[in-house]
């Protein structure tokens, strides 16, 4: 699976947007880009996937480049809960292709 | 519906003990992953079921940690010999249909060894 870089850390302001970048340079064609959360104490949450069109769900929106060397998550407004370490992984599908590959991740911190 | 549980939320045991925890999946998910969680890590893939078989068990670290999942549902991962290193929060995922599908986190097994 290609290997994803974020910012170690962010902050962001309650009620405005957040935006999370990912570099995925290395990605193959058959690759997805997830993204996962994990607030203290918790498990992974999942947050969005998609593989070159953009995406919304109700939790947030996943744009990608159309190179799609990277992607950015966006929470449209943000609040104290969204707090949190986000995770942007590419998986690909198919078989051998099972297990998610957590980096680092982007610590978030909503401010009030 | 109900999401994935694991128990016990948190297990503290001896070095040199054996320990065993326990994953209920998402009701009718097919896939199950364990992953392992150091302190300010991301987690770590150790083992993947595809029904009752383990379909890929490359991330256990040795052959002190072993998992089953009998009847194709509920899973256990067993460590024997415990060493402090163990000492981790273990992650238990489950996805529906093929192993390309989301998978669905639990809220984790923190292993304390003393």
């Known amino acids: 699976d290609a290997k994803t870089t974020q910012p170690p850390s962010m902050d962001c302001a309650e009620g405005r947007a957040a935006n999370l970048p990912c570099n995925h340079s290395?990605?193959?064609?058959?690759?997805?880009v997830y993204w996962y959360r994990q607030i203290h104490s918790q498990g992974p949450q999942y947050i969005i996937h998609?593989?070159?069109n953009n995406e919304t769900n109700e939790m947030a929106s996943l744009i990608i480049t159309e190179d799609r060397k990277s992607s950015t998550l966006i929470l449209p407004h943000a609040t104290l809960r969204d707090t949190a370490v986000y995770y942007c992984?590419?998986?690909?599908?198919?078989?051998?292709?099972?297990?998610?590959?957590f980096g680092q991740g982007t610590r978030l911190t909503i401010n009030p | 519906g109900a999401g994935v549980s694991q128990t016990p939320s948190n297990k503290v045991t001896e070095k040199g003990k054996y320990v065993e925890l326990r994953c209920d999946p998402i009701?009718?998910?097919?896939?199950l992953y364990w992953y392992r969680q150091s302190l300010g890590q991301g987690p770590e893939f150790l083992i993947y079921?595809?029904?009752?078989?383990?379909?890929?068990d490359s991330g256990l670290p040795n052959d002190r940690f072993f998992a089953v999942r009998p009847e194709g549902s509920v899973s256990t991962l067993k460590i024997q010999r415990t060493e402090r290193g163990d000492s981790a929060v273990y992650l238990c995922?489950?996805?529906?249909?093929?192993?390309?599908?989301?998978?669905?986190f639990g809220p984790g097994t923190r292993l304390t060894v003393l």
């Open positions: 995922a489950s996805s529906s249909r093929r192993s390309t599908d989301t998978q669905y």
């Open positions: 290395t990605i193959s064609g058959n690759e997805y």
């Open positions: 998609g593989l070159k």
């Open positions: 992984i590419v998986r690909a599908r198919g078989e051998g292709a099972q297990k998610l590959v």
């Open positions: 009701s009718g998910h097919t896939a």
């Open positions: 079921f595809q029904g009752t078989g383990a379909a890929d």
